[in-house]
Nanobody
Framework: QLQLVESGGGLVQPGGSLRLSCAAS????????IHWFRQAPGKEREGISC????????DYADSAKGRFTISRDSAKNMVYLQMNNLRPGDAAGYYC????????????????????WGRGTVVNVSS
């Protein structure tokens, strides 16, 4: 069974950067699109970005476009979310999730039905 562990969260000043990591174990990610979600207290969970199983395509929420970049290292079973120009509104718990698929070149950031979830890492943005 696939297990996902996030890391890289922390406290950063507005305008700063963080790189979140999602480490997978238990099985490979060759047939899993990987998604990043976030949820702030009192708010609904929001899909931020996803990367296709092949790594060839990515999708971003409007809130992430131009600031966040998702990538994956298949050899290491790792997925990353580089977050730049962070704003106070980006503060949230960030979760990676895997969606099993045979359509390896596609992911849709609006997807909500995931097969595996990590436990999350917390990002705080404050001066």
């Amino acid at each position: 069974q696939l297990q996902l562990v996030e890391s890289g969260g922390g406290l950063v000043q507005p305008g700063g950067s963080l790189r979140l990591s999602c480490a997978a174990s238990g099985e490979g990610l060759d047939y899993d699109a990987i998604h990043w979600f976030r949820q702030a207290p009192g708010k609904e969970r929001e899909g931020i970005s996803c990367i296709s199983a092949s790594g060839s395509n990515a999708d971003y929420a409007d809130s992430a476009k131009g600031r966040f970049t998702i990538s994956r290292d298949s050899a290491k079973n790792m997925v990353y979310l580089q977050m730049n120009n962070l704003r106070p509104g980006d503060a949230a718990g960030y979760y990676c999730a895997a969606k099993s698929t045979f359509v390896r070149n596609l992911c849709v950031v609006r997807s909500r039905s995931m097969d595996y979830w990590g436990r999350g890492t917390v990002v705080n943005v404050s001066s």
